[in-house]
């Protein structure tokens, strides 16, 4: 099967810090991939280069055959993503939210309302499509933010821990989605989470990430065989030790704080 | 085209929908008409200078406008750290477009704003010199806005949260308003003001109000539509600029 990613050799830096150290995976067209690893291991940078929100230093990103560095219009046609924190706007209603997505990527309106109203349906949120988003509670936003990622028939569905604050019900529907639209769309989904026994359950290969670096990939079955551990989160603390590591935001913060004295510089 | 006009509704749309930020904004405009009209007008009468609430109505529009529109620009703050700026950031569309439709809006919503506030002193007893005039006054407006809301949209696009808030404030909308002329005759003043009063993009913009509403300006229209129109240009590509750029 072709491989819908392809990254090679990426890398970021900010300032003198290595957030992805040289990195390079495939993920196959229709897979379900999970991308493990502890706070601030570079997950997130990762899923923001490969989103072409953020440029890598070095490296290249190919996605469903376009190169995000010279094509990104390319890339981002072809992509859905659920971002890690809500990036839906509170003030305009749900079906508004929905709206603003498909004329953006240029859904034709006739399609646009009839996807809107399937997919609001199943993510079960049709009944309050013309309630305002800030009434809606964290698992609504996520639902809705699902439905929103799948708008314009992806090939590929990135989801940033899309189940961090969810309840076991919600999770379970969200999954039970996302596993049949990979069955009948053959759509590839691509996501980060903590929770193992997700990523062990839904994924069909995993990476684990650390310190910026893939430090093993494949099966849930053959990272337990490697470690020889009886689950994947033990392998998984096996791989990357018990160390609590710092919080995830302060890769951002670095970031923000490289941003503030670059452009600090500029002016 | 359709993403500049989705840009635009959003914006729009926002706006009507808060209610508060509406007569919230329109505070301001009244409090200075009745403090300052009402309270100078005699003093600037003695001192032969004609109605003072006749002067000071067409620099109020413009008050309302430049808040309006700057605060319509730096929302795009709150649209980062609220997450939304990612939802435009990875759509396959033209940035200058998404630029350029959130910019109009925000320049659509501070005319309102200043029509509003024109409405208003016309109820207080303001009469425009000719009425036929008021339409191109309403086109000016417009441009004022969107110079202004392309100022804004360029600061937001290089700050990453409200914490330069009070600066903007302080040391660009403060004084774009009050060195703009907007409450003062700009005839006569000593020559360092004067000197910053030509430099402030404002001050063409309430000539031309106090042009085609009293008839009473010292730049002339034809200045004023140039340098409110380069002015709008620069900061418009700017702010593109500015936006391409933005990393999350």
């Given at each position: 099967m072709e491989d819908i990613i392809q990254v090679k050799n990426l890398v970021k830096r900010f300032g003198d810090f290595t957030a992805v150290d040289d990195i390079s995976f495939n993920v196959k067209k229709g897979e379900i991939f999970a991308f493990l690893g502890p706070n601030g291991a570079g997950k997130s940078t990762t899923i923001k280069m490969l989103t072409t929100i953020l440029a890598p230093t070095g490296g290249e990103i190919t996605l469903n055959g376009n190169d995000a560095a010279t094509d990104p219009d390319a890339v981002r046609h072809s992509f859905g993503i659920v971002f890690q924190d809500p990036s839906l706007d509170d003030e305009l209603t749900a079906e508004e939210n929905m709206e603003f997505h498909g004329v953006l990527y240029g859904v034709p309106t006739k399609l646009r309302r009839e996807r809107i109203q399937q997919l609001m349906e199943f993510v079960e949120l049709w009944d309050r499509r013309k309630s305002l988003v800030k009434e809606f509670s964290g698992g609504m936003k996520r639902r809705l933010e699902i439905a929103r990622g799948l708008l314009h028939h992806p090939a590929v569905i990135f989801l940033d821990?899309?189940?961090?604050?969810?309840d076991p019900q919600t999770r379970n529907h969200m999954w039970s989605y996302l596993e049949e639209l990979n069955r009948t769309e053959g759509i590839t989904v691509f996501f980060t989470t903590h929770y193992m026994e997700e990523a062990e359950r839904i994924a069909q290969r995993i990476a684990i990430i650390d310190h910026g670096k893939i430090i093993a990939m494949g099966t849930a079955q053959e990272l337990k065989d490697k470690t020889g551990k009886e689950s994947l989160e033990d392998a998984f603390l096996e791989l990357t030790g018990r160390v609590i590591r710092e919080e995830e935001s302060s890769v951002t913060e670095r970031m923000r704080a490289h941003g503030r004295m670059w452009r600090g510089g500029r002016r | 085209m359709k993403t500049i006009y989705i840009m635009w509704l959003r914006e729009v749309k926002r706006y009507l929908r808060s209610k508060s930020r509406i007569i919230g904004s329109l505070g301001q405009p009244i409090l200075f008409l009745l403090a300052l009209g009402y309270g100078l007008g005699p003093i600037f009468q003695k001192a032969g200078a004609g109605n003072y609430f006749d002067f000071l109505a067409p620099g109020i529009i413009g008050m309302s406008i430049i808040f309006t529109a700057i605060f319509s620009g730096i929302q795009m703050i709150w649209d980062r750290q609220f997450g939304f700026l990612k939802e435009t950031l990875v759509a396959p569309v033209n940035r200058l477009a998404i630029m350029f439709g959130r910019t109009l809006g925000g320049a659509t919503v501070a005319t309102i704003q200043g029509v509003v506030v024109l409405v208003i002193v016309i109820i207080a007893g303001f009469r425009p010199?000719?009425?036929?005039?008021v339409p191109v006054a309403i086109l000016f407006m417009l441009l004022v806005a969107l110079l202004f809301a392309a100022l804004g949209a360029f600061v937001a696009s290089n700050l990453?949260?409200?914490?330069?808030f009070q600066l903007i404030m302080n040391f660009l909308v403060m004084p774009l308003f009050f060195l703009s002329g907007a409450l003062f005759p700009v005839q006569g003043l000593p020559t360092v003001l004067a000197g910053i009063v030509r430099f402030d993009p404002l001050s063409y913009g309430i000539d031309s109000f106090r042009i085609l509403l009293v008839n009473n300006g010292i730049f002339g229209i034809g200045m004023d539509l140039v340098v409110l129109g380069s002015v709008t240009i620069v900061f418009l590509a700017l702010a593109s600029y500015s936006f391409s750029k933005i990393q999350v």
């Amino acid at each position: 099967m072709e491989d819908i990613i392809q990254v090679k050799n990426l890398v970021k830096r900010f300032g003198d810090f290595t957030a992805v150290d040289d990195i390079s995976f495939n993920v196959k067209k229709g897979e379900i991939f999970a991308f493990l690893g502890p706070n601030g291991a570079g997950k997130s940078t990762t899923i923001k280069m490969l989103t072409t929100i953020l440029a890598p230093t070095g490296g290249e990103i190919t996605l469903n055959g376009n190169d995000a560095a010279t094509d990104p219009d390319a890339v981002r046609h072809s992509f859905g993503i659920v971002f890690q924190d809500p990036s839906l706007d509170d003030e305009l209603t749900a079906e508004e939210n929905m709206e603003f997505h498909g004329v953006l990527y240029g859904v034709p309106t006739k399609l646009r309302r009839e996807r809107i109203q399937q997919l609001m349906e199943f993510v079960e949120l049709w009944d309050r499509r013309k309630s305002l988003v800030k009434e809606f509670s964290g698992g609504m936003k996520r639902r809705l933010e699902i439905a929103r990622g799948l708008l314009h028939h992806p090939a590929v569905i990135f989801l940033d821990e899309p189940t961090l604050g969810l309840d076991p019900q919600t999770r379970n529907h969200m999954w039970s989605y996302l596993e049949e639209l990979n069955r009948t769309e053959g759509i590839t989904v691509f996501f980060t989470t903590h929770y193992m026994e997700e990523a062990e359950r839904i994924a069909q290969r995993i990476a684990i990430i650390d310190h910026g670096k893939i430090i093993a990939m494949g099966t849930a079955q053959e990272l337990k065989d490697k470690t020889g551990k009886e689950s994947l989160e033990d392998a998984f603390l096996e791989l990357t030790g018990r160390v609590i590591r710092e919080e995830e935001s302060s890769v951002t913060e670095r970031m923000r704080a490289h941003g503030r004295m670059w452009r600090g510089g500029r002016r | 085209m359709k993403t500049i006009y989705i840009m635009w509704l959003r914006e729009v749309k926002r706006y009507l929908r808060s209610k508060s930020r509406i007569i919230g904004s329109l505070g301001q405009p009244i409090l200075f008409l009745l403090a300052l009209g009402y309270g100078l007008g005699p003093i600037f009468q003695k001192a032969g200078a004609g109605n003072y609430f006749d002067f000071l109505a067409p620099g109020i529009i413009g008050m309302s406008i430049i808040f309006t529109a700057i605060f319509s620009g730096i929302q795009m703050i709150w649209d980062r750290q609220f997450g939304f700026l990612k939802e435009t950031l990875v759509a396959p569309v033209n940035r200058l477009a998404i630029m350029f439709g959130r910019t109009l809006g925000g320049a659509t919503v501070a005319t309102i704003q200043g029509v509003v506030v024109l409405v208003i002193v016309i109820i207080a007893g303001f009469r425009p010199a000719n009425w036929g005039l008021v339409p191109v006054a309403i086109l000016f407006m417009l441009l004022v806005a969107l110079l202004f809301a392309a100022l804004g949209a360029f600061v937001a696009s290089n700050l990453d949260d409200m914490q330069g808030f009070q600066l903007i404030m302080n040391f660009l909308v403060m004084p774009l308003f009050f060195l703009s002329g907007a409450l003062f005759p700009v005839q006569g003043l000593p020559t360092v003001l004067a000197g910053i009063v030509r430099f402030d993009p404002l001050s063409y913009g309430i000539d031309s109000f106090r042009i085609l509403l009293v008839n009473n300006g010292i730049f002339g229209i034809g200045m004023d539509l140039v340098v409110l129109g380069s002015v709008t240009i620069v900061f418009l590509a700017l702010a593109s600029y500015s936006f391409s750029k933005i990393q999350v």
